[in-house]
């Protein structure tokens, strides 16, 4: 069965310093993976997504995510993290039937 | 810009009652989905929706149901609220190509007394 699991619930990181939050995920296929970002009491938003060719993508806000499938990762990075960047994130895989199975999130807090 | 509009974002409801949670999506998206968010759980999949009058139960389909009279419109209903449905719950659109990207609405979040 499809499985996400985001092992970091909480991560606090210094405004300046780098990010990275792990994700992994059990897909039986070539996965579609997708980085989300929730800031309190809002939807989610989309950052980032891969579904084939350069296993390094490019999202919006600064933010990359290498996928590595031998380790079945696909870890989300940031060079340098903003106090705005303070939200949780989510990593999803979606399946060929346009099912999305989400990770349980990972609280982002910036200290200043 | 694409939207996912969501009724309600704050309801409170007593026990037993009908709740209604409506959504409507202007991208003109063949895949909707009901989600309900809990805190350490993630996103669990109640329902979706491929088409018109089409439905199928995700995770989490006990005490929950869906309609979808609309391509635009999908709502979600809780024939008799419980205390365990206080939520946040996230609608969301998707076109129909292979793993199209989730669009989601601000949520709504339902307490249950």
């Known amino acids: 069965a499809q499985s996400v699991t985001q092992p970091d619930i909480h991560i606090t990181v210094s405004e300046g310093a780098s990010l990275e939050l792990r994700c992994n995920y059990s897909y039986g296929a070539t996965p579609y993976l997708f980085w989300y970002v929730q800031s309190p009491g809002q939807g989610l938003q989309l950052l980032l997504k891969y579904f084939s060719g350069d296993t390094l993508v490019q999202g919006i806000k600064g933010f990359e995510a290498e996928f590595k499938r031998s380790q079945s990762s696909f870890n989300l990075r940031k060079p340098s993290v903003h106090w705005s960047d303070a939200a949780e994130y989510f990593c999803a895989v979606g399946d060929n039937f346009n099912k999305f199975y989400f990770g349980s999130g990972t609280k982002l807090n910036v200290k200043p | 810009d694409v939207k996912v509009t969501q009724s309600s974002r704050y309801l409170v409801k007593r026990t037993g009652e009908k709740v209604f949670l409506e959504c409507v999506q202007d991208m003109d998206h063949e895949n909707m989905f009901w989600y309900r968010q809990d805190p350490g759980l993630g996103l669990r999949l109640i329902y979706f929706s491929y088409d018109v009058k089409m439905k199928e139960k995700g995770d989490i389909p006990e005490g929950y149901s869906v309609s979808r009279e609309k391509k635009e419109r999908f709502s979600l209903i809780l024939e008799s609220a419980s205390t365990n449905q206080t939520s946040m719950y996230l609608c969301?659109?998707?076109?129909?190509?292979?793993?199209?990207?989730?669009?989601f609405g601000e949520g709504s979040r339902l307490t249950v007394l």
């Open positions: 969301a659109s998707s076109p129909s190509s292979a793993a199209g990207e989730l669009f």
